[in-house]
Every structure is written in structure tokens, then in C-alpha cells.
């Protein structure tokens, strides 16, 4: 039999490995701890950067055009005499773009995600959703030729006084890459919603089409509406495909068959090294920048609003 002094010895060295490993874990924890709070740190002080010199590089190009000009004005030529500096025309491009992309992919995205999630199998989903997410990967300058070699072409025979450059083609190509990004995000809100409640349904006679509709669609609405604010802010803020496709005449008007300008492109115009830096032209591409990271901090906002009003109406 053990002593006790053998005794007393073993639980000395069990308290000390014990301090050990629970000073260990706590020197571990507040480690960890810190890193995660300069990782936030970093993410905030990022934002806070980006707002500090969008208004910075303002402040020059609101002190020779006034604000009301720019936001009201309905002529936009900047680089061209008789210089106007009305960022509507390029408002209009953006969103004519944006509107149309949404209007072509969330009906297609939600009903694929409908159909991934209620009534494919998982031999099925397992195939169709990561061809679908394929989409996504695909480069931007990639799908502004294709609307050029493709799509246009396809729209001609269809519309034959649809311009090269145009709206619908745009709208068309940013819809397809906006697709897989609808159809991933409602599959995984309508995957979310709990069995049970599938369950009950059919124990009280409802078919599977009034199950989806009536039941897992209205219980994922607060992922639904995320999803398509999501998908509207990544439409505005696309870049290349526009460019190529859409054309860069700033328009005011709703005219999906000919050429138009967006935000984003009008920047990738401005910033080919044409322009003399420090002239007011420059200038305007900051100003164009603030818009559209207002636009797009607004849909954000408006995104969080019906998230939260449809999860308490849930």
C-alpha cells in the first residue's frame, strides 16, 4: 500500500500539472481572444479608411460643383464640352441594370432553390448544385464576351433594332452571375427551416406543392429577402461585364435596347489613364465612388430592415 507521503507527493504533482495546464489554457484563451479582437479591429479600421478617403478626395470636387448639380443633374460629361456633372445618368444605367438582373435571376434562382431543396434527390442535388455554383466562378470579363458573341447577337434576331452595346444584354449576363448566388443562399434558408414543421403539415393533408408554398417558403422568407438584397447589391456593384456589354453613353430613360452607362464602368473609363490626375474629371470619380458606396451601404441597411421584419413576423 501506498504511504502517505507517496500519496501526499502524487497529488502535489497533480495539483501543479493541473495549475499548468489551466494557466496554459487560459494564457491559449487570452491569446486567442486578442486576435480575434484585432482581426474585428482591422476589418472596422478598414471601413472607417475606406469613408475617411472617399470624403477626403470629395471635398476638392464639391468645392467647384455643387452637390444639388451633381445629384440632380440629368446630363453627365465630364470630359466633353459643355462639361455637365449630373451623376443621374449614370444612376439610371446602374440600376436599369441591376433591376433587370434581379427580374431574370430570382425567379429562376428561387425556383431551382425550391426545387434543390424540396424535391431533388440527394443523388440529384449532389450533381445540379455544384454545376450551378460553377456560375460563380466564372471570370467577370468572361461573361462581358459573352454577352458580346452571344447573348447581343441572340437579342438581334429577336429585336433587330437592339443596339451592340445595350442594357438588356447587360442585364442579362450580370442576372446569370447572379444566379448561383440566389439559388445558394434561399437552398440554404429553406434547408434551414425544421422538419418538424414539414411534418406537421402533411399530417394535417397538405400535398408537397402546398408544403413548399405555404409552409418552408414563408419560414425561410427572412434568408429569401436577404439573399435578393444580396444579390441586387453584388448586380450594382458589377464591374467588367458591364463595361463590355452595356456600352458607355450615360442616358437618362428606360431603354434596355440601347447603350447606357453605369457607375462602375464610367470609373474604369476614367481610370484607363486618360485624364490628367488632379483635374476636376479625375475628381469625378471619387465623387461617382461616394454614390455608389452610399447606394450600396443603403441597400445593405434595407437588407437588415427586412431581415428583421419578416423574422418577427415569422
Not at 459643355?82 to 446602374?94: A, C, D, E, F, K
Request: glycine share 8%; with cysteine.
Amino acid at each position: 500500500m501506498a504511504s502517505a507521503t507517496d500519496i501526499g507527493g502524487n497529488k502535489r504533482i497533480v495539483a501543479e500539472y493541473l495549475k499548468r495546464r489551466l494557466s496554459l489554457r487560459g494564457f491559449s484563451e487570452g491569446t486567442i481572444r486578442w486576435i480575434a479582437f484585432l482581426c474585428a479591429f482591422v476589418c472596422v479600421l478598414t471601413t472607417l479608411a475606406i469613408v475617411y478617403f472617399l470624403i477626403a478626395e470629395n471635398i476638392p470636387f464639391f468645392q467647384k460643383i455643387s452637390p444639388w448639380a451633381f445629384l440632380m443633374g440629368r446630363e453627365w460629361s465630364p470630359m466633353i464640352s459643355p462639361h455637365s456633372y449630373g451623376v443621374l445618368p449614370l444612376i439610371n444605367g446602374t440600376f436599369m441594370v441591376a433591376i433587370g438582373a434581379g427580374l431574370f435571376a430570382i425567379p429562376l434562382g428561387l425556383a431551382s432553390a425550391i426545387y434543390l431543396s424540396e424535391f431533388a434527390t440527394p443523388k440529384q442535388k449532389g450533381l445540379l448544385k455544384p454545376l450551378l455554383e460553377v456560375l460563380a466562378g466564372i471570370p467577370t470579363v468572361v461573361y462581358g464576351f459573352f454577352a458580346l458573341t452571344t447573348v447581343t447577337p441572340l437579342l438581334k434576331k429577336l429585336w433587330p433594332s437592339v443596339e451592340i452595346f445595350n442594357a438588356a444584354s447587360g442585364a442579362i449576363v450580370v442576372g446569370i452571375m447572379i444566379l448561383p448566388l440566389i439559388s445558394s443562399l434561399c437552398e440554404d434558408a429553406l434547408s434551414a427551416v425544421p422538419q418538424s414543421l414539414r411534418e406537421g403539415a402533411y399530417a394535417l393533408g397538405a400535398t408537397k406543392f402546398e408544403v413548399t408554398m405555404k409552409v418552408v417558403v414563408p419560414g425561410a422568407l427572412s434568408g429569401i429577402m436577404s439573399s435578393f438584397i444580396l444579390a441586387i447589391s453584388r448586380a450594382v456593384g458589377e464591374t467588367m461585364a458591364v463595361t463590355l456589354a452595356a456600352g458607355s453613353s450615360p442616358k437618362m430613360g428606360l431603354n434596355f435596347g440601347g447603350s447606357i452607362q453605369t457607375m462602375t464602368a464610367y470609373i474604369v473609363q476614367v481610370t484607363k489613364g486618360d485624364t490628367p490626375h488632379g483635374s476636376i474629371a479625375y475628381q469625378t470619380i471619387f465623387a461617382v465612388g461616394l454614390a455608389l458606396f452610399i447606394i450600396t451601404f443603403g441597400l445593405n441597411m434595407l437588407a437588415k430592415a427586412l431581415v428583421k421584419k419578416y423574422r418577427r413576423s415569422e
